[in-house]
Structures are given as C-alpha cells and as structure tokens.
C-alpha cells in the first residue's frame, strides 16, 4: 500500500471550470463541499461574473443547471457535471463510471437532477437534515486510528481473559484436553483435519503453548495500541485468536467469539485506508444488529411477540451485574418500552446506518445507548465494549474533532495511510466476498435455505470465521435452573463447589466481569438449561474434581477440599430467582432457590474409566 501526500500541489495544467448560480444556496452549499474535495483541480465560479467568459454555453442554460468545461473544451451540465466534477476525486470516481457505463443510470440521474433543480428549496432544507448546515466532505484517517487503538485494547483483554484460564480449560490437566480433541479430530478425518479445524495448536498443543500464546496474543495488541507493527500485528492477532476458537471447543463456542474474529479480519484491510472498509464494517454492524432483531420475531418466542421479554432478562441471563437485580424491579410497563425499544433498533434504526452522516448518527446514538445498558445490567465480556466501537464508523473525523485536540489530529494525518490503486482493488475483491456471504447469511436466518454461489462461498470460507452468522437471545429463558456442584469426603457431610461469577451462594450479590469472561461459569448457564447428554464436557469436569486438578480448581471461587480431593461428587438443580425488595430488605439475599432435582448422580473416580478427555469430535 503506498502513502500518498494530499496536501495541495502546483497545478501543472489548467484546471476545470464548474459554473453555478450565485444566487443559490443549494448551490453553494454543494459546490463548497466539491471544492473540499477537488482542491485545486477545479475552479470553482459563480455564472453571474464567469457566463461571459463562455460564449458558446446559452446564457439561459446557467440558472437552469450547472455547467462544468474541461480544459479541452468539452462542457457536462445537470447531474453529468456533479458526476464529472468527482471524476479525479479517490473513492468517488464510481459515480461517472456509473453514469457512462450503466445503461438507465444515466437517465434517472438527470430525471432527478431536473426534479430537484425546480425545487430547490426543499433539496436545500433535505440537504440540511441530513448532512447539517455545512456539508463537507467526509475523512476517515481519525475514525481508523482511533479505532485500531481501541480495538487493540480490546484483543489485550480477550487474550488476557483468556490466558488466567485455557489451562484449566483445555490444558493437559483440564476439562477438554486439547491433545486429545486433536488426535481425535485426525482420527476422525484424516489430513482433512488441518482445514477442518484450523489452528496453529496442531504444531504444538502443550500447556506451555497455550499459555504462551495468550501473552503473545497480549504483546500483539498491545503493539496495536502503540500503533507499532500495526498490519502484522492484526494478521497475527486474527491466527492466533481463530486458532483458541478451535482449540476451545465447547469453551469458544461464543458469538463475540466470531463477531471478534470478523472484525478482526476486515482490520487488517482497514489499515490500507480504503474508504471500501468503512463500508464493509457498516455493513457488518448493520447485519449483526438486523439479525439480533430478525432471530426474536421469527423464533415465534411468546416473550418478544408480546413485549414481556424484559420481565424475564435481567434475571435469567446467564450472569447479571449487581445494577441487573435493581432493574428487574422497574415497574412492567416500563420493562415492556424497554422491550420494544430494542426490537426498534435491532430491526428499525440500523437502516439509518446507510443514510448520510445526520441518520447515521442517530442511528449510533441508539446502538450505543442500547448497548451501554445491557452492559450495565449483564456480563458480556468485550462484546458489548466491541459493538459499541464499531459504531465509530458511523461518524466521520469531523464528528471526532470535538473530542480529539487538534495537535493529535495533526499528529494523526500525519501519520495515515491513503489508498493506492492495490489498496483499492484489495477491498473491492474483499467487498466481492464479504458483503454477498452477508446478505447469504440474512438469507440463511430467514428462510433456512442458502442463495446461488452465494451459498458456496459460505460454506468455502466458513472454517475461517470471517464472514459469521449471528442473532443474540432468539427465545428468551423464562426460568433459571442453576447447577449446584457437592462434594463429600464420607457420602454423608457435603459442601458445595462456589464459581466466580455465576449465581450460588444466596447471599451473594451479583458480580462485574467485564471485560473477563469467565467461561466455565458461562457454560454451566447452558448446562443448566439442557442436560448431562448434551454437555459430554460436564462429566470431565466432575472427574477433574474428583482428581482436585490445580487448573481446573483454579477456576473457581475456593477449593472446599484444600487437603485432600473428595471422594464423592455430585450436581443439583435448583430454581434460582432474584429475592424480592421485601426478603432483600429483610435478609440481605439476592437471591432465593428452590431444589428441582438431580443433575448429576454421586460417583467416585472408581465409577469412571481413565479419564483422557472426551474422544468425540464435532467441529
């Protein structure tokens, strides 16, 4: 990719000439923002002191339409002159090759032109609505850079997040070994295997590369946010981060997981500079939210259809904050606006995401406003934190400059890169995957069938996890079954596993994780809501425990057996709820429970055989 200066530079040629009216305001307010585009390139003059100078256009044509003369003489009015003007400008040149190439393109353009020629006034007040009362034109080189930072930031934490766990996960003295999913998986499939389940791990699966990977993972963020290395240091951060989402197995099964490793991919790109990127990740944002929004209503779930769903949330999600109990007491009618006021933005306001720069911001301020209360209220590790920042492509750096100090900004340009023609044609090839996979994946979530080709290339470049399909809490839980996890020295006397951050001791009030996502706790939420033959990882967990894996052991709250393992283990399920304000004035309990039955029977080591990890794949 080359860098290229857009300071202004001697003019070696003369330039072109746009003509208008002087007198209109729609006008100028147009040709003010051409002119921050063009430059020098072309010379802007109103038709009341330049008509004179043109004795070959009629001078009736000037107040009609704008007239553009090219240095050799050829004149473009109406809407081939707006389309002309842009000809020379980087990543507008589209709209002439549109209009000579397209057939009707051209026609419908001046149709339109000539439609709003004579109704000027309204274009003006739609111009303002939409773009503000001074339109000009649209950078991006803040909006990357700020972006970059922050999103590695975000990296460091999944890294982070992940290294105080994976060997308790699947390290050799885990849950799921991840040797033996792998010996598994090329048992299974052979050399298929490699592209089945792309991961680096095939190379080597021992503790000390898992660990290890997690703090490079770390350096590798963290040279992103110092703006250092920036490309490779993406490159490398999307193959380590899809090597954990396979090596995880049931542990990185997660749609931040994926929605992480598709904005991952498309960064790399997006420091190329083309303005194709900024697109394709509103395009992303777009795409991720309409499918959380599309998945509720098709779900046929009663809780969406009658606006209740609220009256369940804040309680039943897999692992609430403390602010979770206080809303959960929201009186319903409120409770029912919140509910509607989600299905709104999920299905309404992310259509404002394609319009001019005033919609779009509207249409960030309610993705951003939405996200930041399901972020005070549920656990979500990075996920909201990374939906919230893909909303900064919904401004521009005009919209930054409020916030960043102009020495900064300068210090930004001067260091940004801007598209040479390999950039461009990279993200125009990237586009021809990305955004046809995506409408794939909506065609996917809507009537279950796949498009022509379209299909195809999904499927072809699914392993990778870059273009992913998404849709958050289709059917929303109406109870909370909570697995409680007993150990016993003698069979008689037990005491209870306690996790982090998931519900168990009443008392206990709900717990901050963000941006750590603690994924045992979260699975166990799953566990709950099935049974022992659809989470085979349960009964590996139980072994661990009967064995007092240090790795594992680590991942909870306390160890209740510090001096020896317990020879028995078992697992209740219970039907948690939040206490209500009267028994939480009363008793200080955030909770209450009721025992539902077993989940899980006694045993001993004597009742498994030796325990080597699951030998099932499913990938």
């Known amino acids: 990719m080359r860098s290229i200066d857009i300071t202004p530079q001697p003019i070696s040629e003369t330039p072109s000439t746009l003509v208008y009216d002087g007198e209109c305001g729609i006008c100028r307010y147009w040709v003010d923002y051409w002119h ?28 009609h339409s704008i007239q553009f003369i090219e240095p050799d003489g050829r004149v473009y009015s109406g809407a081939a002159a707006a389309f002309r003007v842009l000809h020379d400008v980087p990543g507008h040149a589209a709209w002439w090759w549109l209009y000579s190439r397209l057939p009707g393109f051209a026609p419908a353009s001046e149709c339109a032109y000539n439609f709003f020629s004579r109704r000027r006034g309204v274009l003006n007040r739609v111009s303002k609505v939409l773009w503000g009362p001074a339109l000009e034109p649209e950078r991006y080189e803040m909006v990357s850079w700020v972006f970059l930072r922050l999103f590695g930031a975000i990296y460091v934490a999944a890294f982070a997040s992940l290294g105080v766990q994976i060997q308790g996960l699947v390290g050799h003295g885990g849950i799921l070994p991840l040797p033996d999913y792998l010996e598994a998986a090329h048992r299974a499939f052979g050399s298929a295997a490699y592209r089945i389940l792309p991961t680096l791990f095939w190379l080597n699966a021992s503790d000390t590369a898992l660990v290890a990977g997690t703090v490079v993972g770390v350096l590798l963020g963290l040279l992103v946010i110092l703006d ?68 509720k209503l098709l779900s046929g779930d009663a809780s969406w259809r009658d606006l209740t769903a609220l009256d369940y949330h804040f309680w039943t999600q897999p692992l609430p904050t403390p602010l979770a109990w206080y809303a959960a007491q929201l009186p319903h009618w409120l409770l029912v606006v919140g509910t509607a006021a989600t299905l709104a933005v999920e299905l309404g306001s992310v259509f404002l995401i394609f319009l001019p720069r005033r919609p779009r911001a509207v249409a960030a301020c309610s993705v951003l406003l939405l996200q930041s209360l399901i972020l005070l209220t549920g656990n979500y590790n990075f996920f909201n934190l990374l939906s919230m920042l893909m909303c900064v492509f919904l401004f521009d750096d005009a919209a930054l400059r409020h916030v960043i100090p102009w020495r900064v900004v300068s210090w930004i340009r001067s260091r940004a890169t801007y598209p040479g023609r390999a950039a461009t044609m990279i993200a125009t090839v990237l586009a021809l995957i990305v955004v046809p996979v995506g409408l794939n994946r909506i065609w996917q979530a809507l009537t279950r069938t796949d498009l022509p080709l379209a299909g195809f290339i999904s499927a072809t470049i699914s392993p990778l996890s870059i273009v992913n399909p998404y849709g958050l809490f289709a059917v929303m839980t ?3 079954p909570e697995i409680v996890i007993e150990g016993s020295a003698d069979g008689q006397s037990w005491r209870e596993y306690v996790f982090r ?17 603690p994924r045992l706790d979260w699975q166990m939420w799953f566990a709950a809501l099935g049974g022992v033959g659809e989470n085979p990882w349960f009964e590996s967990l139980m072994v661990r425990l009967l064995q007092s894996s240090p790795p594992v052991l680590a991942l909870l709250d306390s160890n209740p057996f510090p001096d020896r393992p317990p020879k028995f283990v078992r697992a209740k399920v219970y039907d948690y709820r939040f206490a209500d304000q009267r028994m939480h004035a009363a008793t200080g309990q955030w909770w209450v429970r009721q025992l539902q039955g077993w989940y899980f029977p006694q045993v001993s080591l004597a009742d498994f055989a030796p325990a080597n990890g699951p030998k099932t794949v499913s990938p």
């Not at 002191?49 to 009736?60: K, N, R, T």
């Not at 090597?243 to 790109?269: C, K, N, P, R, T």
């Open 36 to 63: 921050g585009l063009t430059k020098e390139r072309v010379v802007y003059r109103p038709y009341q002191d330049a008509a004179g100078d043109f004795p070959a256009i009629p001078l009736e044509a000037f107040p």
């Open 228 to 295: 250092l290395w920036t490309r490779p240091a993406l490159i490398g951060l999307f193959v380590l981060y899809l090597s954990y989402v396979y090596a995880g197995q049931d542990f990185m099964s997660f749609q931040w997981d994926l929605l992480l490793l598709e904005v991952g991919f498309l960064s790399i790109f997006l420091t190329g500079g083309s303005r194709i990127l900024i697109w394709l990740y509103r395009w992303l944002l777009f795409r991720y939210l309409f499918l959380a929004g599309a998945v």
């Open 478 to 480: 109406t109870a909370r």
């Open 501 to 517: 951050y998931k519900p168990g001791p009443v008392s206990r009030p709900p717990l901050w994780n963000i941006p750590h996502q």
